[in-house]
């Protein structure tokens, strides 16, 4: 059955993982599984990062904590999370914050060009 062997995918938020959890069981209404057995595969699910974070806002583990309290908990993470709990890896780039694009680098030659243009062109006004 799908809802008990629910995951979150790798590049899926919070919030999409719980909409397709939800979809799932409104898919499958007859699915027998009480609303604390729900939470449980919901939360077994989720990737290590997400559970981490759960518990951290949970001040300890999760589970621990009434079925309400925790999908309170995760409804609010998720109404909030839009990138915060994604759990792609982080890649640093070689690139200095003063790096430019070779599209930064034209505009600053045309700009350049067109000031010498400019003092080219008034120097030779005031020779006449």
């Known amino acids: ?44 699910g989720l ?30 993470m998720a109404a909030s999370d839009h990138t915060i709990l994604r759990d792609q890896a982080y890649t640093p780039t070689n690139k200095s914050l003063l790096e430019l694009t070779s599209q930064d680098a034209i505009l600053a030659q045309n700009k350049l060009l067109a000031k010498t243009l400019e003092t080219f062109t008034s120097t030779l006004s005031n020779l006449s």
Request: hydrophobic share 35%.
């Open 1 to 44: 059955m799908k809802i008990s062997s629910f995951y979150q995918f790798l590049d899926e938020s919070l919030s999409e993982a719980l909409d397709r959890f939800h979809e799932l069981l409104r898919k499958i209404p007859t699915h027998g599984f009480s609303e604390p057995v729900q939470l449980n595969i919901f939360i077994d």
């Open 47 to 76: 990737r290590p990062r997400s559970k981490q974070l759960h518990d951290a806002s949970a001040g300890g583990k999760i589970k621990l904590k009434t079925p309400e309290e925790a999908m309170e908990l995760i409804e609010n």
